[in-house]
């Protein structure tokens, strides 16, 4: 089945520093990737939709300068959370799309700003 | 605005005791409902897409049907491997043309041996 990679799935980083998170289509193009953050008992919320080849495109709210979103190529989409803070600190997970499959997930990424 | 309601928000269920989840929406422009399975600390795991009312989809000890206002995802006989956190999903076309997803906050259901 189509399997979307997440790395890393666990990352601790200082205030100020920035992280990458990567999200890989094995075995399929993914044209479309979705950024979702998570809270403790909340819906995933999402944050993004990125296009391969062209800009990302926010959600309400989320500051784009600070959510970097980076979709290079169809099998891989980047989420660059610059200069964290520990507000920051969340459960954050891609998703891309697939004809009557719905929703294929990555495994989550679990970033603590200390 | 598009809103998604699951409940309950935990359930306890002994093995072999079957019952329902609950996904209410009020939506327009319904395109497809999803429900996933997510455990802890993992990304959700897709279980089914239906996508008109009086559909119906089984998966082993799960079945997921669909109306015009919710859809309930039946657990049969459940063990304790089943236990995990059940997510609803709605797809809708937005204003800007483009699929938008909202997801329910999720049942914890646990399940007893």
């Known amino acids: 089945g189509a399997v979307v990679s997440q790395h890393p799935s666990r990352v601790i980083c200082k205030s100020g520093t920035s992280v990458k998170i990567e999200c890989r289509s094995l075995?399929?193009?993914?044209?479309?990737m979705f950024w979702y953050r998570q809270f403790p008992k909340k819906s995933l919320m999402l944050m993004a939709t990125?296009?391969?080849?062209?800009?990302?495109?926010?959600e309400q709210g989320v500051e784009k300068d600070k959510f970097l979103i980076n979709h290079a190529s169809l099998t891989l989409s980047t989420l660059t959370v610059t200069s964290a803070h520990p507000e920051d600190s969340s459960f954050y997970i891609c998703?891309?799309?697939?004809?009557?499959?719905?929703?294929?997930f990555g495994s989550g990424t679990r970033l603590t700003v200390v | 605005e598009d809103q998604v309601t699951q409940s309950p928000e935990a359930l306890r269920l002994q093995e072999g005791e079957s019952s329902s989840l609950n996904c209410s929406y009020t939506v327009s422009g319904l395109r497809g409902l999803f429900w996933y399975r997510q455990d802890p600390g993992k990304g959700p795991e897709f279980l089914f897409t239906l996508y008109s009312a009086g559909e119906e989809k089984e998966k082993e000890r799960l079945k997921a049907t669909l109306t015009k206002k919710e859809s309930f995802l039946h657990i049969t006989a459940p063990k304790p491997e089943d236990s995990a956190t059940y997510l609803c999903a709605v797809q809708v076309w937005n204003s800007g043309g483009y699929q938008k997803v909202t997801f329910g906050i999720g049942t914890k259901l646990q399940v007893i041996p």
């Open positions: 998703s891309a799309s697939l004809p009557d499959y719905g929703y294929t």
């Open positions: 990125s296009n391969e080849g062209s800009k990302a495109t926010y």
């Open positions: 075995d399929f193009q993914a044209t479309t």
